[in-house]
């Protein structure tokens, strides 16, 4: 990995790192929402998984493109991911991020009520050459 690649990564793990500590704990019950806790994945282990997969398009380095795409996914009852799908587009971004949230690891499943229920997740990845 050269100079400048590890520099974008270093920009980008810092950029996620706030992006998902302000916001990756937007989960909604698909089940019974009362007493409910939200899928988790370790803060460090979802951020590294990042750094490390992200792919900055060549084609948005080359047209200044960046910005935040917001990937909405579920986590099932086994911790697996599913119905991923972005809720806005961003040319060459969008595609990247469905990319590498199809390939998370798993996440400890959400509760409601005590039981293992399936939970929407709405993961924001903000892309950014600065």
Not at 81 to 95: D, F, G, M, Q, R
Request: hydrophobic share 45%.
């Amino acid at each position: 990995m050269g100079r400048e690649q590890r520099s974008i990564v270093r920009a980008l793990y810092i950029i996620i790192s706030i992006c998902c500590l302000q916001s990756f704990a937007k989960a909604q019950a698909i089940a019974d929402n009362t007493n409910y806790v939200q899928p988790y994945l370790n803060q460090d282990t979802l951020l590294g998984f990042l750094s490390s997969h992200i792919i900055y398009p060549q084609e948005a380095k080359t047209k200044n493109i960046g910005g935040t795409v917001k990937v909405q996914f579920i986590v099932e009852t086994d911790g697996s991911i599913s119905n991923i799908k972005a809720l806005n587009e961003i040319p060459y971004l969008t595609v990247e991020a469905l990319r590498v949230v199809a390939i998370l690891p798993r996440f400890n499943p959400g509760t409601s009520a005590g039981k293992v229920v399936r939970m929407m997740m709405v993961l924001p990845i903000n892309f950014s050459l600065e």
